[in-house]
């Protein structure tokens, strides 16, 4: 055989491997390279937007928890503010039934100190008309001396 004849059949041989290769094996081989590309580059973009996603919403959780947070002091505050007001408003009020309480206690003892003055004339009158009729050994009419007896217990 002729050098020249195996070379070009081995030339000829290699441009139709070369040719079915190129045409059938080559372009599903790359289609899968792109594909895996694809899907690569996809999966770090999705990474990244995760990550940027992830900052945004530990962001929005910290302004949240913040907010919260003032909220929180803000009602303590208001309820603080309202649990003292209650306890001043309770301070005045017992203050008021006290000062009411104390009235009416000085009241009745005024009363009951007139009532007592009052008997105690009318005891000290009696015992004046029992003694002036001792001393006078005679009977004082007291219906008859009214006038006199109501000198003598405005005199007392």
Do not use: Y
């Given at each position: ?98 000062a009411r ?34 001393i006078l ?20």
């Amino acid at each position: 055989m002729n050098l020249n004849a195996t070379l070009i059949a081995q030339f000829v041989v290699f441009f139709i491997l070369a040719g079915f290769t190129m045409k059938f094996v080559w372009p599903p081989l790359m289609n899968a390279l792109d594909e895996r590309a694809k899907k690569i580059a996809d999966g770090l973009a999705a990474a990244e937007r995760g990550k940027s996603d992830l900052a945004a919403a530990e962001k929005r959780a910290q302004a949240e928890l913040t907010s919260a947070q003032e909220a929180g002091q803000k009602r303590i505050g208001d309820a603080e503010k309202r649990g003292q007001s209650i306890i001043d408003e309770a301070k005045k009020t017992a203050a008021e039934e006290a000062a009411r309480i104390i009235a009416t206690a000085k009241a009745d003892a005024d009363q009951q100190v007139t009532q007592v003055r009052e008997a105690l004339r009318d005891q000290v009158a009696t015992l004046a008309v029992k003694g002036a009729e001792q001393i006078l050994k005679r009977e004082v009419n007291a219906a008859v001396h009214a006038d006199l007896l109501n000198q003598l217990k405005a005199e007392l």
